[in-house]
């Protein structure tokens, strides 16, 4: 029986990369491969301060999957690789935790 998988995705826009059309078409193809797998997005969060080390995210959501197969499936199908070189032109840094 599978049980439900939380990610977590921290995400540090480069200078210019959240208002750049490469942003702009990453996020619409990530998010339709990840409704396509069950991903729901649960929150988003948008960060102010990092009281501890290293840079400070630009935001952080919170997405929920049917599975922990689901979830990683959404960042490492085909589809999601054909977007990765917009998803670096954006940002800086990206992490995908699963919970």
Excluded: H
């Amino acid at each position: 029986m599978s049980t439900n998988c939380t990610v977590i995705l921290e995400g540090t826009f480069r200078k210019g990369g959240k208002a750049s059309p490469e942003f702009s078409e990453y996020s619409r193809r990530s998010n339709a491969n990840g409704e396509a797998l069950g991903g729901v997005v649960i929150k988003n969060y948008i960060v102010s301060e990092n009281l501890g080390q290293g840079e400070k995210p630009d935001f952080i959501l919170v997405i929920e999957y049917p599975s922990r197969e689901k979830a990683q499936q959404a960042f490492t199908s085909v589809e999601y690789n054909k977007i990765i070189p917009l998803r670096n032109k954006a940002f800086k840094e990206v992490k995908i935790l699963l919970i």
